[in-house]
């Protein structure tokens, strides 16, 4: 059974990155056949793609976050990160890891990650 | 980019009661590929349909998905308690957008 589990700092301060992981277990991240994709929630609102990768190496980033984003797979460990550069308070949010079959929404995913930026 | 509108905000309907979710786009959607997600509090949000009208797996069959172009509909038949939830429809193609949801809530 695939499991999802999304890990990192609760808090960052205005200014520096989010760093996030997800690690998976019950299936392996170096299957092309699905995707891997993070997507947030800030509290009480809707939700929001941030992006996702392929094992192949594909990312796709939300146009609007693009320029401080990265999602890159550390296979050793069959995990995802995501770094978020430079946030401000815009960034409080809920962080989910995710993964879809390609063409298909994400059907899995973590249970979120509370991420709080102030100082 | 295609967004996503959602109504009404909140549908406030008593069990045993049709929920009737309204879902559109600013532009066509020519693909198909809209999902709707279930979310209660404090957990992930719950694939229940994708490709407009597919049920995932485990979904019971009182959840129907249907519409076309740009408007989509998710209509559940009879609301059970464990129905009462916002519900977001996503399109997962080109801007990857989800709506801002609707809340079903027990009148």
Redesign the interface.
């Given at each position: 059974q695939l499991q999802l589990q999304e890990s990192g700092p609760g808090l960052v301060k205005p200014s520096e990155t989010l760093s996030l992981t997800c690690t998976v277990s019950g299936g392996s991240i170096t299957s092309d056949t699905y995707y891997w994709g993070w997507i947030r929630q800030p509290p009480g609102k809707?939700?929001?793609?941030i992006g996702n990768m392929s094992y192949s190496g594909s990312t796709?980033y939300?146009?609007s976050l693009k320029s401080r984003i990265t999602i890159s797979a550390d296979t050793s460990k069959n995990q995802f990160s995501l770094k978020l550069s430079s946030v401000t308070a815009a960034d409080t949010a809920v962080y989910?890891c995710a993964r879809?079959l390609y063409?298909?929404?994400?059907?899995s995913?973590?249970?979120?990650t509370l991420v709080t930026v102030s100082s | 980019e295609i967004l996503l509108t959602q109504s009404p905000a909140t549908l406030s309907l008593s069990p045993g009661e049709r929920a009737t979710l309204s879902c559109g786009a600013t532009q066509s959607v020519s693909s198909n590929y809209l999902a709707w997600y279930q979310q209660k509090p404090g957990l992930a949000p719950r694939l229940l349909i994708y490709d407009t009208s597919i049920r995932a797996t485990g979904i019971p069959d009182r959840f129907t998905g249907s519409g076309s172009g740009t408007d989509f509909t998710l209509t559940i038949s009879r609301l059970e308690p464990e129905d009462f939830a916002v519900y977001f429809c996503h399109l997962y193609a080109g801007s990857l957008t989800f709506g801002p949801g609707t809340t079903v809530d027990i009148k």
């Open positions: 809707g939700l929001e793609w796709y939300n146009p989910y879809g063409g298909r929404p994400p059907g995913w973590g249970q979120g | -």
